[in-house]
């Protein structure tokens, strides 16, 4: 199991403006960011040429009018559902006008409820949000953030309306929230690590086996993943299989946050390997790599066989499979086919890990 960095590369851009393809986000910016439009103006023409239509929210006509024209919308627009909509269906973005006394931030809450949008980009001078350390905080679900809430002298008073007003999007189900400042508003929305913090309803994990329309972000981790040295290079042949036997965790549904695969060994029938195991650093409080283990484990059951095991060159990696019951092994002990090839010098740095899958025993009935 590996851990990717925070650089961006591969397709990553690919894989999110295809997730962003034929919905609506809402960016919402204070006026006097605004004041240089540059600094957004990149990433939603890139999102409108997608297909994917944009919401800006602001304050002031001036500060949308470089971003979207003459296509504005005023929030009192006693029909705006529908004018936005027909704005929208014109051009692939649109700007929607807050006026009034109230907060805006408390205006963009009641409207992102009122039109029912699946992503809110939030632009903030403090970007995302950090942790007692001063790490920044990438992917937050609603009970961390009341936890946030609940230590005010971490935050101040404006960063703390900020995130009540995200915890009643989130509870008034908005799916996501994201909060980042103008610099980094591509890097949040269109790579994997990101570059502010992710608000979500809930904290959930599924993993499931991987389809042909996950192929491209699996192929772009394990690209990742060798390209940093944390996966051994694998011919295309080697990635294909990897991709047929393969299985993703996604957070909230649509975050591919890690891959992994179980491959079967035809000179050992009973045993399978767990590979290409990586994950990302924006969902390591997730879990991801145990929610990957469990599912490997649990195909392996239904698949019958005896033994399961893994490699790896990283020490933390090694603790980690211990702790999910795996025992150390020598290299000779498993499938020789899985050493043809392989190579000599990182084969003396691998740590090599299996558990044994027993059967449990079948309840005695009743006399």
């Known amino acids: 199991m590996t851990h990717a960095g925070d650089g961006a590369g591969f397709s990553e851009r690919d894989f999110y403006l295809q997730e962003f393809r034929g919905r609506t ?45 003459e296509r504005i919308v005023p929030a009192s627009d006693p029909a705006l559902e529908t004018t936005l909509w027909r704005r929208l269906r014109q051009s692939s973005r649109a700007g929607l006008l807050v006026g009034g006394r109230e907060p805006f931030a408390r205006r963009v809450r009641e409207l992102t409820l009122r039109l029912g949008l699946v992503k809110l980009v939030w632009i903030d001078p403090g970007g995302g949000f950090t942790d007692r350390r001063g790490a920044r905080l990438s992917f937050v679900h609603v009970d961390e953030l009341r936890e946030l809430l609940a230590a005010p002298h971490r935050l101040s008073p404006r960063r703390r309306a900020l995130l009540g007003e995200i915890d009643a999007m989130l509870s008034g189900g908005v799916p996501a929230v994201n909060v980042c400042d103008v610099a980094g508003v591509e890097q949040e929305l269109l790579t994997y690590a990101g570059s502010g913090t992710l608000f979500t309803r809930r904290r959930y994990v599924v993993v499931r086996e991987l389809g042909l329309d996950d192929f491209d972000a699996a192929d772009d981790l394990i690209s990742r993943g060798v390209a940093e040295g944390f996966l051994a290079p694998r011919p295309a042949r080697a990635v294909d299989q990897v991709l047929a036997h ?109 558990r044994n899958l027993r059967r449990r025993p079948a309840r005695r009935r009743s006399p």
């Open 246 to 354: 393969g299985f993703g965790a996604f957070v909230e549904g649509t975050h591919l946050a890690g891959i992994g695969a179980l491959l079967p060994f035809p000179d050992a029938p009973d045993a399978g390997e767990i590979a290409s195991l990586y994950t990302l650093t924006r969902f390591l409080g997730e879990g991801v790599g145990q929610h990957l283990v469990h599912f490997a484990l649990r195909r392996a059951r239904a698949e019958k066989l005896r033994v399961v095991f893994a490699l790896t060159t990283e020490p933390r990696v090694a603790a980690f499979f211990a702790r999910l019951g795996f025992e150390p092994a020598a290299a000779e002990d498993l499938p020789a086919s899985r050493w043809r090839g392989y190579d000599r010098s990182r084969r003396r740095r691998l740590h090599c890990y299996r």
């Open 25 to 69: 986000l809402g960016i919402a910016c204070p006026s006097p960011l605004l004041r240089d439009p540059s600094g957004l103006g990149g990433v939603v023409g890139t999102l409108a040429r997608n297909g994917t239509r944009v919401l800006l929210i602001s304050s002031r006509r001036a500060a949308l009018e470089p971003l979207v024209g």
